[in-house]
């Protein structure tokens, strides 16, 4: 791993390590999924290259989230954990702390935007969370939560930028490389960087030739905009259908994508429907509209994968069936 | 296996052993995939059973059907395959038989009603099939059907009443229980007939204590009218949304389904609508309706399945995600 050079307020002893995610994997497994692999031969005639969609919208909780979380919750001393644990997050990873709270049968108060989808607050109430709502912005997010921690008095477990969280995250891509071997490269989607993260972390360790891509809404494109820059900028409000692809880049995880990333991939977002509207008809898999992104990259950079072995990550499947987005 | 008493119409000679689906399963294992099982706390905890969902909406072309159209197509000598095949299918026998003629490279006619889903016609076209429109009536199809096979002089490949069909259905059953072992039952859509008979092919052969349970829409009953009356009855023009479910058994179904069959179980169109919607929710996997007839009446049977290790059938997944019935 690169020195945290340029990386003026990360503390390098945070960063976690290749034997943190050995832990994870351990502390985590009765709570998770060992989530199979599909492959579509269609999607391989489609793109020219061969896909693994590694299939998270089937994990606990429905999305890759509950590997963090878990490893958060389980990782708590039984005195720290009585005090309960808190979150904002604009969905999967609250639903999942709340999920993995609920395992462990702890307090957890989860921040979220009122404009999240109905059906995700309803699922963390059913694991038993109390949900607190903001605006759906940053800014006011960050502000909501800080009431609620000083009240609380709660573990505050970062939906990306925390060392625990990226840990757990990080089993993900550990498992793909144990389920189908050596991969050139793995691509999925980033909002606030902890799947990409957990992928830089495993495959830097234990297959430094895999590439890693991230993939971005173009109308959300703040983790590009870092890279290309050197420095992390972030939109307060960005508008995409992927929801869960609204944050920003924070000091750890920007660690891991500017020292580990081999580039940031874009899609429109009706580029983004498309891809999602094909894998639920040919793979027959209910996923959120942020999994397509990766899909989406790739339809339109061919060449930058013809002929090679790819990890796609399915990071979510918890989508309100309702409200469509070819509907 | 019963002798085929009361089945005046049926030449014994005809019915399929177990030796028939051994080499089905060697014949077609090149064309189709072994599909995984899918496993769910949330509905184990609803149902109070053990389910383990065998998902052939994974299969290809989408559906268990590709199993016995393959069995068919492949089973065929170089001369006969030259000449085709034809056949008449509500859907997916059709999709599944353009699929497997495409794959062995030889000419496929399939009469549809023009009410079928204009997604499945498109699909038979791009496997290279001639669709031909008829009514949507038992009647009309047989008419329009008989009219093609004079003309080209294909081999039919029946639906479901076919030996060669019911042998490739079967296979579906025998991976089920490689895959999980014993179960105290295994429930199945049933139409026609041709999973069921599989499936009753392959249990009474490999695992006869294992109960087979059909189960069917309110709304297109046959196959229930049937088994209570001891005689096939047939419905010409049945309306349920589980549209692959509409067809009446035929005297070889019949025979599998009389002698076999434990008991047939219905659930209300409505009750199909809800266990379709929450298998998609809280399983993440896009399926047909049909395939919600099974999960619709564990749910409102649960005393006949409590604390047993029950094997569902997905049947398939080729459903119109422009017009989803909560839409």
Redesign the interface.
Known sequence: MNEPANEPDLDPSIIPTYEDVEAAHKRIEPHIHRT?I?TSEFMNELTGAELFFKCE??QKA?AFKARGASNAVFGLSDEAAAKGVATHSSGNHGLCLSYAAGRRGIPVSVVVPRTAPE?KKEAMRGYGATVVECEPSTTSREQVFADVVAKSGADFVHPYNDPRVIAGQATCSKEMHEQVGELDAIIAPIGGGGMISGTCLTMSNIAPNTKIFAAEPETADDAYQSFKSGQIIADDTPVTIADGLKVPLKNLTWHFVRNHVSDILLASEQEIIDAM?LT??R?????EPSCAVPLATIIKNKELFAGQRIGVVITG?NVD??K?P??
Chains 1, 2 share one sequence.
């Open positions: 199979p599909l919208n089937l429905g059906a509207y639920w008809q793979m027959k898999i209910v996923m499947g069936l309702k469509l070819w509907m």
